[in-house]
């Protein structure tokens, strides 16, 4: 295993992912994101308004985040149409830089209503 300072590069690589974790758990920011014009707050909320609005889509809990523009998308959905068309969805929002899909397919159940 490979080595930096004594430390494995795994617990180093366990660190980063706790502080990406970290900023995805603050969410929504209240600042403009990259000047956008548009809060991360306002841009999570319209995403979210048009992923309710998909007939295909409405039935999954799709989580969505948002840090600087940078839209994070994560659930479950059934198919991987379903998938893309999430990230299709949050692509075209309004203020959205970009678009991080982790959201996964197959054996999912709809979230219950």
Do not use: W
Not at 47 to 60: C, F, I, M, S, T
Request: net charge negative.
């Amino acid at each position: 295993m490979n080595s930096y300072d004594g430390r494995h590069v795994s617990s180093m690589a366990a660190i980063a992912a706790a502080l990406s974790i970290a900023g995805l758990v603050a969410g929504c920011s209240m600042t403009k994101a990259a000047n956008t014009g548009v809060t991360d707050a306002e841009i999570t909320s319209g995403v979210n308004a048009k992923l309710g609005e998909d007939a295909r889509l409405h039935p999954y809990t799709i989580i969505v985040a948002t840090d600087d523009g940078v839209v994070h998308l994560s659930g479950n959905v059934a198919t991987p149409g379903e998938r893309d068309g999430a990230e299709t969805i949050a692509a075209a929002s309004r203020g959205v830089v970009r678009v991080d899909n982790y959201i996964q397919f197959g054996h999912t159940q709809p979230a219950a209503q």
